[in-house]
């Protein structure tokens, strides 16, 4: 299917920013684990379509360039650049500490916390450490801040794995969440139905405090949208083909030599997977490993994109019809980042790498915000 990409109404290519602060009514988020903030942004995009302005009392990341990006982006957020257990620090159940004590005073009448807390122990992508790891226990900081700011709502993302780990991190959490008055719901969804060039899915986690919102039937309206077919890769990168820029993040990857032939091979062959006498040795007989060298479809989504979108050896990288992989642009526009949301105060290119593959489509929670922000804002009683 061939679509256009040059319309003014392709939401990708939109370059002005919405005031996502103005509304005359505010919805009041804590984003933890908050990254460049792509939760941050799908949520200020449903305010906005319900005529709500966004309120970040606060937002919490460790990595300086991730929090400057979100900064850039939020500039009105109250954002810190620190660990989440400078701020929830307690055990579950007990009172608060001193720091708790601190961040509830500056965190009241939160209609929606959002977080996504590293997944890389729970992904399957990870070979090594794979649902053991002690990050793994960051998910469960989630209840915790819940526990202590009572939000209307809390929304916890991370990978469908999360659901195998070994000390059973939403097992924990949903059950905490439940005996403080939370009904909790869990799902999969898949972000392509969502209108994302991408096949990636995501684990939701969604409660709602008194059962004010019925969760189960707000993640089952999201995951049962059909696929947005309209959203392959021509939709969501075609215009960026000419686009060869010193800058970072228009910046075309290097390849090795080995690499470029490889991917001089899959255009003169018009293949889209390497042949096993193409790969490196110890890649040969390992079919596990078939997306890597691959070549990226125009008329299909992209795989789940990591932060090695960069490189072939990745992952099935290559872009559709040049022999290089993804530039940090498309790789951001591919996880549904409108041209917007600037990423120019990472001047390194694996800084963008790390902050965009580490990043939740915010097609996701607007999806599930969209839902929800009647029935928030309909209680007034936290609405500044
Ligand atoms: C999966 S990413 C979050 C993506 C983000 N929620 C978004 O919507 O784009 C996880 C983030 O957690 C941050 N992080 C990991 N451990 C942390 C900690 N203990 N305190 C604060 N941030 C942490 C990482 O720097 C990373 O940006």
Redesign the pocket.
Known sequence: MTVSTTTAQHPLLVRDRPNFEAGAQHLRVV????????????VAQAAHGHGAGLDVVLA????DA?VDVYRDNFPSANVRC?????FFDGELGELPTPSEQRTRSLCHDIHLL??????QGHSDLNNHTRRDDP?NA?YV?MARAAELLRPDVVLI??VPAVRRDRKDAVGVTTKHLQQLGYSVASDVIGVHALGVAQTRKRHILLASRDGVLDVDAVLNDVGSKYLDLRCNLRWAIGDLVNVDNPKPYDQVPRASSANRERMEWLLRNNEYDLPNSLRPECHQNDHSYKSMYGRLSWDAPAQTLTSGFGSIGQGRYMHPELPRALTAHEAARIQGFPDYFTFASAKLRAQLA??IG???P?AL?SAIASRLIPGLLADTSAVA
């Open positions: 984003d933890l684990f908050a990254g460049c903030g792509g939760l941050t942004l799908g919490v990341d460790f990595v991730a620190a660990s989440v257990e400078d959002v977080g996504g807390p590293p997944c990050k960051l900081r993302e991370n790390d902050i580490n990043a939740v915010p929670s």
